[in-house]
T-cell receptor
């Protein structure tokens, strides 16, 4: 079945540091890939998505590129801010599969 | 304007009780979902409805029963609550069931079973 593996947290960075959160997936067919963010005490918000190979999703300075050859969708940001502190979830949705399959989430804490 | 809303936000109840959580979306979407997030933040799909028809029913105890009175609402009823049901339950919706569609999540309902 479909699965998503993302790097274990927690990740602690200083403000303006570079961020990478690794995400790899296993799926049949051609899934769509998503990054969701959950701020403390809130629901999930879509951060970015990519629906086909080599697509790059971007939003709020975050980027991720759909790499079919390495089955990866790593999240990056060049300079993190304290306000980026949250839990980040990588997810996929398969071609004939209605549900989102999530990774286990990565807690990011950014210190001033 | 709240896109996906859930009530209540917090629910504290005793073991053995029956409770319901309500979800409404004002986005005009055709597909709605229930997810469970456990204490380790792991998210797992429970149910999904498309145009009021059940399309996903994961391995969930029979004590959980979803009901979709119309496309804008998907409620979750839980019978005979157990300690292990304590979690945050998220409702979500998407335009339809296509794999490229973004799912929009509600704020969650934190259920605590004592």
């Amino acid at each position: 079945g479909d699965s998503v593996t993302q790097m274990e947290g927690p990740v602690t960075l200083s403000e303006e540091a570079f961020l990478t959160i690794n995400c790899t997936y296993t799926a049949t067919g051609y899934p769509s890939l998503f990054w969701y963010v959950q701020y403390p005490g809130e629901g999930l918000q879509l951060l970015l998505k990519a629906t086909k190979a080599d697509d790059k999703g971007s939003n709020k300075g975050f980027e991720a590129t759909y790499r079919k050859e390495t089955t990866s969708f790593h999240l990056e940001k060049g300079s993190v801010q304290v306000s980026d502190s949250a839990v980040y979830f990588c997810a996929l949705r398969g071609g004939s599969n209605y549900k989102l399959t999530f990774g286990k989430g990565t807690l990011l804490t950014v210190n001033p | 304007d709240t896109a996906v809303s859930q009530t209540p936000k917090y629910l504290v109840t005793q073991m053995g009780n029956d409770k319901s959580i309500k979800c409404e979306q004002n986005l005009g979407h055709d597909t709605m979902y229930w997810y469970k997030q456990d204490s380790k933040k792991f998210l797992k799909i429970m149910f999904s409805y498309n145009n009021k028809e059940l399309i996903i029913n994961e391995t969930v105890p029979n004590r959980f029963s979803p009901k979709s009175p119309d496309k804008a609402h998907l409620n979750l009823h839980i019978n005979s609550l157990e300690l292990g049901d304590s979690a945050v339950y998220f409702c979500a919706s998407s335009q339809d069931a296509d794999s490229t569609d973004t799912q929009y999540f509600g704020p969650g309902t934190r259920l605590t079973v004592l």
